[in-house]
């Protein structure tokens, strides 16, 4: 039987604010355990949360760029559940009055706009962090606070997608826009950001939705991905034997790669929700959402889009570009010193990227500035050095953070375009191959191409090769 | 409202608490008082009146992001019943 697979996803992304969502604790990652705490985010009787308004702007800014409509009113709610990692039995959430709703994201499916719908985006706090020890039956697990209770922000999807290369094209758009807003650090190895994906199949045709089966713990998007397939297959399998998919979670194992079902889930309303009675209602007005929409940054599609239309860089390097709001930034300052687009867009995407990638750099501390890649760009065009010898110079550069100018002074890099000097050592490399000339006089044309070779090798590279070229023809055809 | 022996079961399974038989008795007989008591409010009609979730007539109440000195972790962890070096220790936790 032929299936059409549908999926929703849930995204929780850690807000990049500096201390928690209701207390002054930091949100710092990887500080010794159960030091960012407080009576507040511990759950202890009679304390009073209060709002990070931070935190709520960064919500509302990503509900805004998610093309939500925003709730005027919003308020918070708690919803109960037993779970060590979770202090006070309950989670400060949204349910009743979520902050943003009927949203949408544009996304682009290998060339082509797709939309997808965002049910609705909220702000709720984080739970601690337990840890399992690895000691062979241990009863006992361990838990740390200083996560509970950092701001997260859920973005939750309508079941729009039908394959994962939709998945992964929503996964990064949202990614991108999260760290274009500078709302969320997103990432993931750190937690910041995490999927969770939700499955049905259906009949090609049908227009009912099967019974969906929700995948958790997965924790990069290349295991979002694999789980999507997994679960596709097994679901697959049980229909076409007949067999009722069950309405359940099931948890991802990365190291087997399939994933096993979770202890019964509570049901919705098992949750309990009801209104958060510690904290005050928001009230959001239209000036507020101007203000907010008045700091929105470019978002990465429109500005592929301008990047292609301005620059007429193609649809793969423009993605590269976006792809990091930094190298966007980046590129864009470049332009602005010496308008080579083209010659910019190489320089980031090819080098730049390969000595980020070979060296592990930070992108986000690069020792290279847009002034000192506009001199390189600049030399280059002068004719000061070839392009053989300017991959030199960006290595390093990229090493030492000096000038290109001052490294090619300092390793007597600039090329030779002396004539004088290149004829001389033309004679000499003639006098001393007889044998590759006289090879050269029987017609192997590629005798030049080793005596070039050997020029440019005695002046480590830097003679000009187009004039060692036709100086060399010149001396040999006499 | 009746509240019946398999309502007190959940409910306290859902808090994760024990209750004994007598318990149990207790607390239908309690909680089906409550609720009959709350059920008189019923009578009033508030077709007209907005859901009120708070009794503060305030909105927007905001702290700034500002870093405030946390509690020192032996202090943290002073209350809990059970603790290993730096951490919570809590009974097995399986998924």
Request: glycine share 4%.
């Amino acid at each position: 039987m032929e299936y059409e697979v549908v999926i929703g996803l849930e995204t929780h992304a850690e807000l990049a604010t500096v201390t928690k969502l209701f207390c002054g604790c930091s949100t710092r990652f990887g500080s010794e355990p159960n030091t960012q705490v407080c009576p507040v985010c511990l759950g202890m009787p009679g304390v009073l949360p209060v709002m990070n308004r931070k935190a709520f702007e960064y919500a509302l800014k990503s509900a805004i760029a998610l093309n939500c409509k925003i709730c005027e009113f919003t308020n918070f709610d708690r919803k109960s559940y037993y779970y060590p990692d979770l202090p006070k039995n309950y989670q400060i959430s949204q349910n009743y009055h979520n902050l943003g709703i009927d949203g949408y994201m544009d996304i682009s499916v290998q060339g082509r706009g797709n939309r997808v719908r965002i049910h609705n985006v909220h702000l709720e706090e984080e739970a601690g962090k337990l840890i399992h020890p690895e000691e062979a039956g241990a009863d006992y697990s361990l838990v740390d606070f200083n996560r509970a209770g950092i701001p997260l922000l859920e973005i939750v999807s309508y079941p729009d997608m039908r394959n994962v290369t939709e998945v992964e094209s929503y996964m990064q758009t949202l990614r991108k826009i999260l760290l274009y807003t500078e709302v969320s650090d997103c990432k993931m190895q750190e937690g910041s950001l995490r999927f969770e994906a939700s499955i049905s199949l259906r009949k090609k045709g049908a227009d009912t939705l099967g019974n969906r089966v929700e995948i958790k713990n997965l924790n990069s998007m290349k295991s979002v991905l694999k789980a999507i397939d997994y679960e596709a297959k097994r679901q697959a399998n049980s229909l076409d034997r007949g067999e009722p998919i069950d309405r359940e979670t099931r948890l991802w194992d990365e190291v087997n790669e399939k994933s096993a079902r979770m202890r019964s889930k509570e049901e919705a309303q098992d949750y309990r929700y009801f209104p958060e009675p510690d904290l005050l209602p928001v009230v959001i007005g239209g000036k507020w959402i101007d203000a907010v929409k008045m700091t929105m940054p470019e978002l990465p599609l429109a500005r592929k889009q301008r990047f292609m239309e301005v620059f007429k860089l193609s649809d793969y390097d423009t993605g590269q570009l976006v792809e990091e709001k930094i190298l966007a930034d980046f590129f864009e300052d470049c332009i602005k010193i010496v308008d080579r687009p083209k010659a910019f867009c190489n320089w980031i995407t090819n080098d730049l990227l390969r000595e980020v990638n070979e060296r592990k750099l930070d992108i986000h501390h690069l020792p290279v500035r847009p002034k000192q890649m506009a001199a390189l760009v600049e030399i280059i065009e002068k004719g000061t050095i070839s392009s053989t010898i300017a991959k030199e110079v960006f290595s390093e550069m990229i090493q030492t953070g000096k000038d290109p100018q001052a490294i090619i002074e300092e390793k007597k890099l600039a090329q030779i375009s002396d004539e004088g000097l290149i004829e001389a050592l033309i004679v000499k490399i003639i006098s001393g191959n007889p044998a590759v000339i006289e090879d050269y006089k029987k017609g192997k044309k590629n005798a030049l191409t080793f005596l070039v070779g050997l020029v440019m090798k005695e002046t480590k590279g830097k003679a000009n090769p187009k004039m060692v070229n036709e100086l060399l023809q010149k001396k040999i055809d006499v | 409202m009746k509240i019946e022996q398999k309502d007190i079961e959940y409910i306290a399974y859902l808090s994760r608490i024990e209750l004994s038989e007598n318990e149990k008795e207790t607390f239908i007989h309690q909680l089906s008082d409550i609720l009959s008591y709350i059920e008189t409010l019923n009578r009033l009609n508030t077709e007209t009146v907005e859901p009120l979730s708070c009794a503060i007539n305030t909105t927007n109440v905001f702290r700034e992001d500002m870093l405030e000195p946390s509690t020192p972790l032996k202090d943290a962890l002073l209350n809990a019943p059970a603790s290993q070096s730096v951490f919570f220790k809590v009974p097995k936790v399986i998924e």
